[in-house]
């Protein structure tokens, strides 16, 4: 039989487990928080964050940037996207680019207006309608108010990439509120 | 500057993105042009909208107590003195099987209650599964053909594994790597179902060994087996039917004739 792996070094590497609690486990909210917004549910974005911890500790060596939580936002991405294995990262170009009609926009029309007054939770509803990859672009830069330098990294990205993306993100983040600010729909990407 | 320039470029106006020259021009385009000024005006709106707190999701308790370097393993595990200790430091020093088995106890401490020295296996073997799946791990030599696999291995295991080609029971060869597994290099199999990979570990065992099961953990569903003087693990995140239905092919093919050790 084989032999028994359960056998755990007595003298740990304080000075490697140090550096991650002082550098990634900080980041753990920041994890959650892109988790949950790709995941869309509260146990599988625990599942993913659980799994890039894992994979975080693993690979820790290979760490030498000066950002943990660039490396470890990316980490949790990669998770998410292997996990759901549904559908690879790359693969919504084509419903990105169908999108694009809808984004011809003149100024302000009336309904915009509202914007002012949209609650949160209509908000919510409205960026968890998005195709994942304007999602994630979203929730980089306006809840972890992360560069475009960040997102490219994160989301392995040219910047002109980020910077379209971010800008089809809130077209129709707009378009939706203006548009449908009090309808509740809900549809798988 | 065009509108339609600016229709992109305010974005990264809002987001302090653009170089001096390219701010200034923007500046004065929205100066001069009352839509794209009364857009600017818009987004700035939604990105305040989105800069409400109640948006951002912290992370929940469980997951905080189970990360937090301070505490004991959060688990029912046997209190030795040794699991006393910071599951991070253990996690540290025992690698990444180590990691599983300590910060994971609601999912790993089913493989502890199972008892016998198979266990650490499952959880070496998962750990191993989802490391091949990180972008540059998978393969070491890429190829559908058995007959490039199974040569790839020679020289660089003390056997010679068995390679099968299970293309015509929906489970293509993909490619192999080698892996470690037990303590001792492991031949690595990889094989598709759709866009799922199967990797299959195999190395030396003793002739009598026949012991064979299934688990599953945490998604991934693992079945063990030893025949004819080898033992072997496979793995995957395909249902429990789809990879027994792999089992079964691989056990059935006649493929390369087994062969425990080179000639
Ligand atoms: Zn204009």
Known sequence: ?189 | MTCDDARLLVHAYLDNELDAAQSATMIKHLRDCTACAASYDVYGRLRKALAQPGLYRRAPDALRERWSPAQPAASAAPASPRRRRAPLAYAMAAGFAGALLLTSPAWIAGLRQDGGGGNPVVAEAISSHIRSLQAQHLMDVVSTDQHTVKPWFEGKLDFSPRVKDLTGEGFPLIGGRLDAIAGRSVAALIYKRHLHVINLYQWPADASATASSEEQRHGYTVIRWATEGMHYVAVSDVSAGDLKQFVLAFQNDAGTPTARSPP
């Not at chain 1, 993306?165 to 798988?188: G, I, N, Q, S």
């Open chain 1, 1 to 189: 039989m084989p032999a028994d792996l359960h056998v755990i070094s007595p003298n740990p590497d304080s000075v490697r487990s140090a550096r991650f609690e002082a550098l990634v486990l900080p980041c753990l909210d920041a994890a959650y928080n892109l988790a949950r917004w790709l995941a869309r549910d509260n146990a599988d974005a625990q599942d993913v964050v659980q799994e890039a911890m894992l994979r975080a500790l693993r690979y820790f060596d290979s760490f030498h940037g000066s950002d943990a939580r660039v490396w470890l936002l990316a980490i949790v991405r990669n998770t998410f996207y292997t996990l759901r294995t549904k559908t690879p990262p790359g693969s919504l170009h084509e419903s990105l680019d169908e999108d694009a009609h809808t984004l011809v926009d003149g100024g302000p029309s009336p309904e915009t207006l509202t914007l002012l007054a949209v609650d949160v939770g209509t908000l919510q509803l409205a960026l968890e309608r998005l195709p994942s990859p304007l999602r994630e672009v979203i929730v980089l830069r306006e809840l972890e108010e992360c560069s475009y330098k960040e997102i490219a990294a994160i989301t392995e990205q040219k910047i002109g990439t980020v910077m379209s993306r971010l800008a089809r993100a809130r077209e129709r983040l707009k378009a939706e509120l203006a548009h449908h600010p009090k309808e509740v729909r809900r549809h798988d990407v």
